[in-house]
C-alpha cells in the first residue's frame, strides 16, 4: 500500500502544481476487480493485464510470494509488453514476479535488503542491486516505498523539469532526491545503528561476513583483511556492537535464513545450505535461538499474515 501511494501522490501533486494533467495512472490487476493490499486496505483496479496496451510504463505491486492466477498466461503478456517497448519494473516485493515473467533477464533490479537472499536463491542469473533504484534500460526497479517516491521525482524532473521536481518534493518534505548511485541503508543487526554507521574496519568485516554467507570464512581470516589481530577484532565488535564476530556472523546467517523462510518455497535442507550449513539440523537449532522459534512455526506464522493479491 505505502508503494502505491508513493506512486501516485507525487504524480498528483505535480499535476496540481502545473494545472493540468502531465501524469495519469490506472489500477491494474490481472483479471480485473477488487485487490487487497498488504494493510488489508481493499483497491478496485480498472484495468486488466490485457487492457495495458498504449500506456508507457508498467509496474508490479506484490508481495514476494504472489504468482498470477494463470502464470504462463500472464507472464506471456508481461513478455509481449517487453518486446513492444514498454517500460516495466517492479516495486519492492513487486520485483518477484516481474523476474519469475523473464523480463528481467539481461537487466540489474534492486531489490529490498530483507528480500535480498530469497530473490539471489530463486534468480542466480539476475543481477541484483543494493542500490534503492535501479533503472536499466527499460526496467525500473525500487527496493521500497521511499524509494518509490525517489523514482517518481525522477520521471517528473525528466517530463517537467527540475523546478517542479523540487517543488513537488517539498511538497512532501521529501528532503533529498537519492540517486541510482545511494546503496540502501542497512540496520546493524539489533542495533540503532545502521551499517554504514560503524567504525570503518567493522563495516569492512560485515560487508565480508555478508559476501560469504554461502561459503563461511574464518574470523581470523576476516581480521587479518581488516589489518586486526582476532583479539582486537573481537574487542571492537563487542564495543560496537555487544556481539563477538562469531555471534555477529551467525546472527547474520540466521537472518538470511529467515528471509528464505519467509519469502520463499525452499526446503529448510535448501536454506540451510544456502546459509552455510551441511545440514538442516544444526541451522534449525541456531534458529531457535536467535528467534525462539523453529523455521517452520516461523514460515506458518508469517503466513497467517499474509493477505492474497
Not at 109 to 126: L, M, N
Amino acid at each position: 500500500m505505502a508503494c502505491l501511494t508513493s506512486a501516485i501522490e507525487p504524480l498528483r501533486a505535480a499535476n496540481e502544481i502545473i494545472g493540468h494533467k502531465a501524469f495519469s495512472w490506472k489500477l491494474v490487476s490481472e483479471n480485473g476487480g477488487a485487490v487487497a493490499s498488504s494493510a488489508e486496505v481493499v483497491f478496485d483496479t480498472n484495468a486488466t493485464l490485457a487492457d495495458v496496451e498504449g500506456i508507457d510504463s508498467l509496474y508490479i505491486l506484490s508481495s514476494p510470494d504472489s504468482r498470477f492466477a494463470v502464470e504462463n498466461h500472464a507472464n506471456g503478456q508481461i513478455r509481449w509488453l517487453a518486446r513492444h517497448g514498454m517500460t516495466l519494473g517492479g516495486f519492492s516485493g513487486g520485483v518477484f514476479p516481474l523476474a519469475r515473467s523473464g523480463a528481467l533477464l539481461g537487466h540489474k533490479c534492486s531489490v529490498h535488503w530483507c528480500y535480498e537472499a530469497a530473490f539471489k536463491a530463486e534468480f542466480p542469473d539476475i543481477v541484483a542491486t543494493d542500490r534503492v533504484i535501479t533503472i536499466d534500460r527499460k526496467r525500473a526497479t525500487a527496493s521500497g516505498a521511499g524509494a518509490v517516491f525517489d523514482l517518481m521525482l525522477r520521471l517528473i524532473d525528466t517530463e517537467l523539469g527540475p523546478e517542479v521536481t523540487t517543488e513537488v518534493a517539498c511538497w512532501f518534505q521529501h528532503p533529498f532526491v537519492r540517486g541510482e548511485d545511494i546503496v540502501q541503508k542497512i540496520p546493524a543487526i539489533r542495533s540503532a545503528s545502521t551499517n554504514d554507521m560503524l567504525p570503518p574496519a567493522i563495516s569492512r568485516a560485515i560487508k565480508m561476513f555478508d559476501e560469504h554467507i554461502e561459503d563461511p570464512i574464518q574470523i581470523s581470516d576476516v581480521a587479518d583483511a581488516v589489518c586486526l589481530s582476532a583479539r582486537q577484532l573481537e574487542r571492537r565488535f563487542k564495543q560496537t556492537t555487544g556481539k563477538n564476530p562469531l555471534q555477529y556472523y551467525r546472527m547474520l546467517r540466521m537472518m538470511k535464513a529467515r528471509q528464505m523462510v519467509w519469502y520463499s518455497n525452499d526446503s529448510l535442507t535448501e536454506i540451510a545450505r544456502a546459509v552455510g550449513y551441511a545440514s538442516s539440523s544444526p541451522m534449525i537449532q541456531h534458529y531457535v535461538q536467535a528467534f525462539e522459534i523453529t523455521p517452520r512455526e516461523d514460515r506458518k506464522r508469517i503466513n497467517i499474515f499474509r493477505v492474497e493479491a
